[in-house]
Protein backbone atom coordinates (compact mmCIF):
# COMPACT_ATOMS: atom_id res chain seq x y z
CA UNK A 1 0.00 0.00 0.00
CA UNK A 2 2.83 2.36 0.48
CA UNK A 3 3.50 1.65 -3.01
CA UNK A 4 -0.03 2.37 -4.00
CA UNK A 5 0.18 5.75 -1.65
CA UNK A 6 3.54 6.66 -4.02
CA UNK A 7 1.27 6.34 -6.82
CA UNK A 8 -1.50 8.30 -5.71
CA UNK A 9 1.13 11.59 -4.94
CA UNK A 10 2.39 11.28 -8.11
CA UNK A 11 -0.77 10.87 -9.95
CA UNK A 12 -1.96 14.24 -8.47
CA UNK A 13 1.65 16.07 -9.04
CA UNK A 14 1.82 14.49 -12.58
CA UNK A 15 -0.38 17.64 -14.00
CA UNK A 16 2.24 20.34 -12.08
CA UNK A 17 5.38 17.73 -13.25
CA UNK A 18 3.96 17.49 -16.72
CA UNK A 19 3.17 21.37 -17.16
CA UNK A 20 6.50 22.32 -15.86
CA UNK A 21 8.20 19.66 -19.14
CA UNK A 22 6.06 21.25 -21.54
CA UNK A 23 6.91 24.63 -20.69
CA UNK A 24 10.51 23.65 -20.69
CA UNK A 25 10.10 22.41 -24.50
CA UNK A 26 7.33 25.11 -25.68
CA UNK A 27 4.37 24.68 -27.05
CA UNK A 28 4.60 22.25 -29.86
CA UNK A 29 7.96 24.04 -31.32
CA UNK A 30 11.51 22.71 -31.30
CA UNK A 31 13.60 24.70 -28.53
CA UNK A 32 15.91 27.06 -30.07
CA UNK A 33 19.08 26.71 -29.28
CA UNK A 34 18.42 23.04 -27.25
CA UNK A 35 17.81 19.54 -28.74
CA UNK A 36 14.24 18.49 -27.83
CA UNK A 37 12.16 15.58 -28.65
CA UNK A 38 8.04 15.84 -28.85
CA UNK A 39 7.01 12.22 -27.53
CA UNK A 40 3.18 11.19 -28.17
CA UNK A 41 1.50 8.65 -25.33
CA UNK A 42 -1.52 8.21 -23.27
CA UNK A 43 -2.03 9.92 -20.06
CA UNK A 44 -0.22 8.79 -17.25
CA UNK A 45 1.52 6.23 -19.19
CA UNK A 46 4.99 7.63 -18.32
CA UNK A 47 6.17 8.37 -14.48
CA UNK A 48 7.01 12.53 -14.91
CA UNK A 49 10.50 11.68 -12.98
CA UNK A 50 11.63 9.18 -15.82
CA UNK A 51 11.44 12.44 -17.80
CA UNK A 52 12.92 14.83 -15.79
CA UNK A 53 15.94 12.59 -15.55
CA UNK A 54 16.43 11.89 -18.86
CA UNK A 55 16.50 15.43 -19.63
CA UNK A 56 19.00 16.03 -16.02
CA UNK A 57 20.82 13.23 -17.90
CA UNK A 58 20.64 14.16 -21.74
CA UNK A 59 20.78 17.49 -21.69
CA UNK A 60 17.19 16.99 -24.22
CA UNK A 61 14.14 18.35 -23.25
CA UNK A 62 11.00 16.88 -23.44
CA UNK A 63 7.30 17.42 -24.70
CA UNK A 64 5.37 14.90 -23.81
CA UNK A 65 1.41 15.14 -25.43
CA UNK A 66 -1.51 12.85 -24.36
CA UNK A 67 -3.98 10.29 -26.14
CA UNK A 68 -7.09 8.96 -24.44
CA UNK A 69 -7.91 6.14 -27.24
CA UNK A 70 -5.65 4.58 -29.87
CA UNK A 71 -7.94 6.23 -32.50
CA UNK A 72 -7.45 9.80 -30.73
CA UNK A 73 -3.97 9.55 -31.19
CA UNK A 74 -3.95 8.33 -35.02
CA UNK A 75 -6.35 11.54 -35.50
CA UNK A 76 -4.45 13.49 -33.30
CA UNK A 77 -1.72 12.72 -35.30
CA UNK A 78 -2.86 12.39 -38.64
CA UNK A 79 -4.39 16.50 -38.00
CA UNK A 80 -0.76 17.40 -38.62
CA UNK A 81 -0.98 20.22 -35.92
CA UNK A 82 1.95 18.78 -33.94
CA UNK A 83 4.96 16.78 -35.76
CA UNK A 84 5.38 14.41 -32.86
CA UNK A 85 9.10 12.60 -33.06
CA UNK A 86 8.05 9.25 -30.75
CA UNK A 87 4.60 7.68 -29.75
CA UNK A 88 3.65 4.91 -27.93
CA UNK A 89 0.54 3.14 -29.15
CA UNK A 90 -1.11 -0.30 -28.91
CA UNK A 91 -0.68 -3.27 -31.72
CA UNK A 92 -3.36 -2.49 -34.23
CA UNK A 93 -2.67 1.14 -33.75
CA UNK A 94 1.04 0.28 -34.60
CA UNK A 95 0.71 -1.94 -37.69
CA UNK A 96 -1.88 0.99 -39.11
CA UNK A 97 1.11 3.55 -38.60
CA UNK A 98 3.26 1.38 -40.18
CA UNK A 99 1.71 0.36 -43.37
CA UNK A 100 1.35 3.96 -43.66
CA UNK A 101 5.06 4.71 -43.73
CA UNK A 102 4.74 7.26 -41.08
CA UNK A 103 7.75 5.44 -38.81
CA UNK A 104 11.47 5.25 -39.37
CA UNK A 105 13.36 2.25 -39.05
CA UNK A 106 15.42 1.55 -35.80
CA UNK A 107 18.88 0.24 -34.85
CA UNK A 108 17.97 -1.89 -32.36
CA UNK A 109 21.56 -3.35 -32.06
CA UNK A 110 22.64 0.21 -31.05
CA UNK A 111 19.91 0.18 -27.96
CA UNK A 112 22.46 -0.79 -25.57
CA UNK A 113 19.61 -1.81 -23.10
CA UNK A 114 17.16 -3.65 -25.42
CA UNK A 115 18.85 -6.51 -24.50
CA UNK A 116 16.21 -6.17 -20.86
CA UNK A 117 13.76 -6.69 -23.64
CA UNK A 118 12.61 -10.84 -23.08
CA UNK A 119 12.22 -12.66 -26.22
CA UNK A 120 9.08 -13.78 -26.19
CA UNK A 121 7.69 -9.39 -26.23
CA UNK A 122 9.79 -9.03 -29.55
CA UNK A 123 7.83 -12.55 -30.74
CA UNK A 124 4.40 -10.56 -29.75
CA UNK A 125 5.49 -7.80 -31.48
CA UNK A 126 6.08 -9.41 -34.77
CA UNK A 127 2.42 -9.50 -34.74
CA UNK A 128 2.55 -5.97 -36.00
CA UNK A 129 6.02 -5.61 -36.79
CA UNK A 130 7.52 -8.48 -38.59
CA UNK A 131 11.18 -7.82 -37.93
CA UNK A 132 11.41 -5.97 -35.60
CA UNK A 133 12.70 -2.84 -37.26
CA UNK A 134 10.18 0.05 -36.36
CA UNK A 135 8.78 -0.64 -32.68
CA UNK A 136 10.42 -1.27 -29.23
CA UNK A 137 8.35 -2.89 -26.78
CA UNK A 138 7.02 -0.91 -23.17
CA UNK A 139 4.51 -2.80 -21.61
CA UNK A 140 1.99 -5.51 -22.40
CA UNK A 141 -0.62 -7.58 -20.77
CA UNK A 142 -4.23 -9.23 -21.21
CA UNK A 143 -7.66 -7.92 -21.23
CA UNK A 144 -10.32 -9.53 -18.96
CA UNK A 145 -13.09 -9.18 -17.21
CA UNK A 146 -12.51 -7.82 -12.97
CA UNK A 147 -15.19 -9.10 -10.79
CA UNK A 148 -16.60 -8.62 -7.50
CA UNK A 149 -16.41 -12.09 -5.82
CA UNK A 150 -18.76 -10.63 -2.74
CA UNK A 151 -21.39 -10.15 -5.57
CA UNK A 152 -20.88 -12.76 -8.10
CA UNK A 153 -21.39 -16.13 -6.04
CA UNK A 154 -20.52 -18.48 -9.33
CA UNK A 155 -16.69 -19.09 -10.71
CA UNK A 156 -16.74 -16.65 -14.00
CA UNK A 157 -14.73 -18.59 -16.32
CA UNK A 158 -16.51 -17.12 -19.60
CA UNK A 159 -17.47 -13.92 -21.55
CA UNK A 160 -20.93 -14.97 -21.12
CA UNK A 161 -21.30 -13.53 -17.80
CA UNK A 162 -21.49 -10.37 -19.62
CA UNK A 163 -24.29 -11.33 -21.72
CA UNK A 164 -26.67 -13.34 -19.91
CA UNK A 165 -28.94 -10.35 -18.51
CA UNK A 166 -28.22 -11.83 -14.88
CA UNK A 167 -25.94 -8.41 -13.62
CA UNK A 168 -28.36 -6.07 -16.03
CA UNK A 169 -27.12 -2.49 -14.96
CA UNK A 170 -23.86 -3.87 -13.24
CA UNK A 171 -21.64 -4.12 -15.81
CA UNK A 172 -19.05 -1.93 -17.24
CA UNK A 173 -17.81 -2.13 -20.85
CA UNK A 174 -14.80 -0.43 -22.68
CA UNK A 175 -14.82 2.59 -24.11
CA UNK A 176 -12.89 0.86 -27.10
CA UNK A 177 -14.37 -0.22 -30.02
CA UNK A 178 -11.92 -2.74 -30.81
CA UNK A 179 -11.83 -3.80 -27.19
CA UNK A 180 -15.70 -4.16 -26.75
CA UNK A 181 -15.89 -6.09 -30.08
CA UNK A 182 -13.32 -8.22 -28.97
CA UNK A 183 -15.39 -9.72 -26.28
CA UNK A 184 -18.35 -10.22 -27.88
CA UNK A 185 -16.08 -12.14 -31.13
CA UNK A 186 -14.27 -14.21 -28.59
CA UNK A 187 -17.59 -15.41 -26.97
CA UNK A 188 -19.28 -15.87 -30.13
CA UNK A 189 -16.64 -18.30 -31.25
CA UNK A 190 -14.31 -15.94 -33.45
CA UNK A 191 -11.41 -14.26 -33.96
CA UNK A 192 -10.96 -10.77 -32.50
CA UNK A 193 -9.02 -9.68 -36.00
CA UNK A 194 -11.78 -11.57 -38.10
CA UNK A 195 -12.65 -9.72 -41.39
CA UNK A 196 -15.91 -11.66 -42.31
CA UNK A 197 -18.70 -8.87 -42.38
CA UNK A 198 -21.18 -11.06 -40.76
CA UNK A 199 -19.64 -12.11 -38.13
CA UNK A 200 -19.22 -8.30 -36.92
CA UNK A 201 -22.69 -8.20 -37.43
CA UNK A 202 -23.42 -10.78 -35.26
CA UNK A 203 -21.00 -9.10 -32.63
CA UNK A 204 -22.96 -6.14 -33.25
CA UNK A 205 -26.78 -8.06 -32.29
CA UNK A 206 -25.12 -9.48 -29.82
CA UNK A 207 -23.95 -5.77 -28.36
CA UNK A 208 -26.88 -4.49 -29.12
CA UNK A 209 -28.86 -6.63 -27.05
CA UNK A 210 -26.60 -6.34 -24.12
CA UNK A 211 -26.30 -2.74 -24.20
CA UNK A 212 -29.77 -2.13 -21.64
CA UNK A 213 -27.28 -3.99 -19.49
CA UNK A 214 -24.43 -2.25 -19.59
CA UNK A 215 -24.11 0.69 -16.99
CA UNK A 216 -21.27 2.53 -19.06
CA UNK A 217 -18.85 2.34 -21.68
CA UNK A 218 -15.65 3.70 -19.62
CA UNK A 219 -11.49 3.22 -19.94
CA UNK A 220 -9.30 3.45 -16.62
CA UNK A 221 -12.31 4.82 -14.50
CA UNK A 222 -13.72 1.04 -15.25
CA UNK A 223 -11.85 -0.06 -12.89
CA UNK A 224 -12.55 2.36 -10.14
CA UNK A 225 -16.29 1.96 -10.44
CA UNK A 226 -15.84 -1.76 -9.40
CA UNK A 227 -13.46 -0.96 -6.93
CA UNK A 228 -16.30 0.99 -5.53
CA UNK A 229 -18.93 -1.36 -5.70
CA UNK A 230 -21.14 1.04 -8.26
CA UNK A 231 -20.69 -1.93 -10.38
CA UNK A 232 -20.56 -5.57 -10.16
CA UNK A 233 -18.05 -6.40 -13.13
CA UNK A 234 -16.14 -4.45 -16.23
CA UNK A 235 -13.78 -5.47 -19.03
CA UNK A 236 -10.31 -4.26 -17.84
CA UNK A 237 -6.45 -4.21 -18.47
CA UNK A 238 -4.88 -6.81 -16.21
CA UNK A 239 -2.61 -3.70 -14.82
CA UNK A 240 -5.57 -2.18 -13.70
CA UNK A 241 -7.23 -5.28 -12.21
CA UNK A 242 -3.65 -5.07 -10.23
CA UNK A 243 -4.40 -1.81 -9.03
CA UNK A 244 -8.10 -2.56 -8.24
CA UNK A 245 -6.95 -5.58 -6.26
CA UNK A 246 -4.71 -3.33 -4.06
CA UNK A 247 -7.97 -1.03 -2.59
CA UNK A 248 -10.59 -4.00 -2.99
CA UNK A 249 -10.18 -7.74 -1.40
CA UNK A 250 -12.71 -8.78 -2.85
CA UNK A 251 -11.85 -8.84 -6.58
CA UNK A 252 -10.77 -10.84 -9.00
CA UNK A 253 -9.96 -11.04 -12.27
CA UNK A 254 -10.28 -13.49 -15.39
CA UNK A 255 -8.61 -13.88 -18.98
CA UNK A 256 -11.67 -16.20 -19.95
CA UNK A 257 -11.55 -19.55 -21.32
CA UNK A 258 -12.34 -18.26 -24.81
CA UNK A 259 -9.59 -15.96 -24.82
CA UNK A 260 -9.02 -12.69 -25.25
CA UNK A 261 -6.62 -9.62 -26.43
CA UNK A 262 -3.20 -10.20 -25.57
CA UNK A 263 -1.35 -6.60 -26.02
CA UNK A 264 1.04 -4.60 -26.60
CA UNK A 265 1.87 -1.26 -26.46
CA UNK A 266 5.65 0.12 -28.08
CA UNK A 267 7.10 2.95 -28.89
CA UNK A 268 8.28 3.95 -32.83
CA UNK A 269 9.83 6.75 -34.04
CA UNK A 270 7.64 8.87 -36.22
CA UNK A 271 8.84 10.04 -40.45
CA UNK A 272 8.97 13.58 -39.38
CA UNK A 273 11.73 12.87 -36.21
CA UNK A 274 14.82 14.91 -37.69
CA UNK A 275 17.27 13.91 -34.48
CA UNK A 276 17.50 10.09 -34.53
CA UNK A 277 20.36 10.05 -32.10
CA UNK A 278 17.71 11.88 -29.72
CA UNK A 279 15.24 9.19 -30.19
CA UNK A 280 17.70 6.65 -29.65
CA UNK A 281 19.08 7.70 -26.91
CA UNK A 282 15.05 8.33 -25.40
CA UNK A 283 14.16 4.38 -26.57
CA UNK A 284 17.69 3.30 -24.55
CA UNK A 285 16.82 5.02 -21.51
CA UNK A 286 13.07 3.40 -21.57
CA UNK A 287 14.61 0.32 -21.47
CA UNK A 288 17.10 0.89 -18.68
CA UNK A 289 16.44 -1.02 -15.56
CA UNK A 290 16.04 1.31 -13.44
CA UNK A 291 13.83 3.20 -15.61
CA UNK A 292 12.03 0.55 -16.70
CA UNK A 293 11.17 -0.66 -12.78
CA UNK A 294 10.27 3.95 -12.15
CA UNK A 295 7.65 3.33 -15.18
CA UNK A 296 6.68 -0.02 -13.98
CA UNK A 297 6.00 1.16 -10.32
CA UNK A 298 4.15 4.03 -11.47
CA UNK A 299 1.29 2.44 -13.18
CA UNK A 300 1.78 -1.89 -12.35
CA UNK A 301 0.96 -2.95 -15.99
CA UNK A 302 3.06 -6.04 -17.07
CA UNK A 303 6.57 -4.98 -18.24
CA UNK A 304 8.30 -6.55 -21.00
CA UNK A 305 11.90 -5.80 -19.17
CA UNK A 306 12.97 -9.32 -17.66
CA UNK A 307 15.49 -7.25 -15.85
CA UNK A 308 12.58 -5.63 -13.86
CA UNK A 309 10.81 -8.74 -13.64
CA UNK A 310 14.20 -10.34 -12.23
CA UNK A 311 14.05 -7.65 -9.28
CA UNK A 312 10.26 -8.57 -8.09
CA UNK A 313 9.47 -10.79 -5.18
CA UNK A 314 8.27 -14.28 -5.86
CA UNK A 315 5.00 -12.96 -4.66
CA UNK A 316 4.74 -10.35 -7.46
CA UNK A 317 5.93 -12.75 -9.87
CA UNK A 318 3.32 -15.48 -9.03
CA UNK A 319 0.49 -12.60 -9.79
CA UNK A 320 -0.86 -12.58 -12.82
CA UNK A 321 -1.86 -9.51 -13.31
CA UNK A 322 1.67 -8.37 -13.21
CA UNK A 323 3.31 -10.95 -15.00
CA UNK A 324 0.84 -13.04 -17.27
CA UNK A 325 2.16 -16.97 -17.62
CA UNK A 326 2.42 -18.40 -21.18
CA UNK A 327 -0.55 -20.52 -20.62
CA UNK A 328 -2.80 -18.02 -19.24
CA UNK A 329 -2.05 -16.34 -22.80
CA UNK A 330 -2.64 -19.00 -24.59
CA UNK A 331 -6.27 -18.74 -26.74
CA UNK A 332 -5.34 -15.00 -26.54
CA UNK A 333 -4.79 -13.00 -30.02
CA UNK A 334 -2.78 -10.02 -30.32
CA UNK A 335 -4.90 -7.17 -31.83
CA UNK A 336 -4.04 -6.47 -35.76
CA UNK A 337 -5.56 -3.68 -37.96
CA UNK A 338 -8.58 -4.84 -39.56
CA UNK A 339 -9.18 -4.66 -43.48
CA UNK A 340 -10.23 -1.00 -44.06
CA UNK A 341 -13.81 -2.07 -45.40
CA UNK A 342 -14.34 -4.04 -42.36
CA UNK A 343 -12.68 -1.16 -39.87
CA UNK A 344 -15.46 1.32 -41.43
CA UNK A 345 -18.05 -0.93 -40.72
CA UNK A 346 -16.92 -1.36 -37.26
CA UNK A 347 -16.61 2.22 -36.79
CA UNK A 348 -19.94 3.23 -38.25
CA UNK A 349 -21.44 0.37 -35.87
CA UNK A 350 -19.94 1.41 -33.18
CA UNK A 351 -21.52 4.52 -33.23
CA UNK A 352 -24.85 3.18 -33.74
CA UNK A 353 -24.26 1.07 -30.66
CA UNK A 354 -22.97 4.11 -28.32
CA UNK A 355 -25.73 6.59 -29.69
CA UNK A 356 -28.49 7.44 -27.59
Known sequence: MKKMKKRIIRALLSGVLACSILCAAGCGQKSEGKESLTVFSYGEYMDPDVLEQFTEESGIEVKYEEA?????MYAKYKSGAIEYDLLCSTDYMLQKFINEGEFQKIDIDALENS????????ELAKAFDPENEYTVPFFWGTLGILYDTSRVKEPVDSWEVL???EYAGEVIMQNSMRDTYMAALKYLGYSLNTNDENEIRKAQELLVKQKPDVQAYLVDEARDEVVAGNAVMAIVYSGEAYLGRQYNENLEYVVPKEGSNVWLDAWGVTKYCDNMEAARKFLDFLCREDMAKKNFEYIYYSTPNE???NSLSDEERADETLV???????????????EPEINDLMNELWKELKAD
Not at 115 to 122: F, H, V
Open 324 to 338: PPVDATENCEVCLQA
Open 163 to 165: FNG
Open 68 to 72: LTPEE
Open 115 to 122: KNIGDRYW
Open 307 to 309: AVI
